[in-house]
């Protein structure tokens, strides 16, 4: 299996401070994902949303409700963050998550819907942070380390463009 399948727009490198020059670009990536998943997958057939992306990779079906999961996740983090003095979040078993019936089985338009929600919110949240805000941190016991806001987005700026790769790759099968 070769990395662009597993990793479409590349992996994410995690190498120093995120460069705060970079927000209103991933802030971008926030905001336009779910319109660019609705874009892309609306003229699927049922049967589209359950090819996988790659062998032993997810269904188109289970990559929309991670992605709900996660930035749902994602979204209470920053809230946490900004809220509380380097509060502790919760890891969650995303795999697991994506074998449960809801995240096999039911149809992807909740999760689209969930996702243009938490998006719209998150959007408006990250357009109004402060500089300061940005610095803001959290801890992850999954990493073992704090993270700031500013790093944070990057990730899922990241992750926003790395599973809409997974999409493609269905959409062009």
């Known amino acids: 299996m070769t990395d662009s ?38 003229n699927w057939s049922p049967e589209a949303f359950h090819k996988l992306y790659r062998p032993e990779g997810w269904t188109g079906a289970q990559v929309i409700h991670h992605l709900a999961d996660s930035h749902a996740n994602a979204y209470i983090r920053f809230k946490l963050a900004l809220t509380e003095n380097i509060p502790t979040v919760k890891p969650y078993e995303e795999a697991a998550w994506a074998e449960l019936p809801d995240g ?21 949240c990250l357009k109004n942070m402060s500089d300061a805000d940005f610095e803001r941190r959290f801890f992850h016991p999954g990493l073992k380390k704090e993270l700031n806001l500013t790093q944070n987005l990057a ?4 992750h926003s463009r790395h599973h809409l790769g997974h999409l493609k790759i269905i959409d062009n099968q």
């Open 5 to 42: 399948l597993r990793y479409p727009v590349g992996k994410f490198i995690f190498g120093g401070p995120a460069n705060p020059k970079h927000i209103p670009t991933w802030i971008k990536d926030i905001q336009q994902l779910p319109q660019q998943i609705n874009e892309l997958t609306k």
């Open 104 to 124: 096999q089985n039911l149809d992807p338009a909740p999760s689209l819907q969930m996702l243009a929600g938490i998006h719209q919110r998150w959007t408006s």
């Open 155 to 158: 990730i899922y700026s990241w």
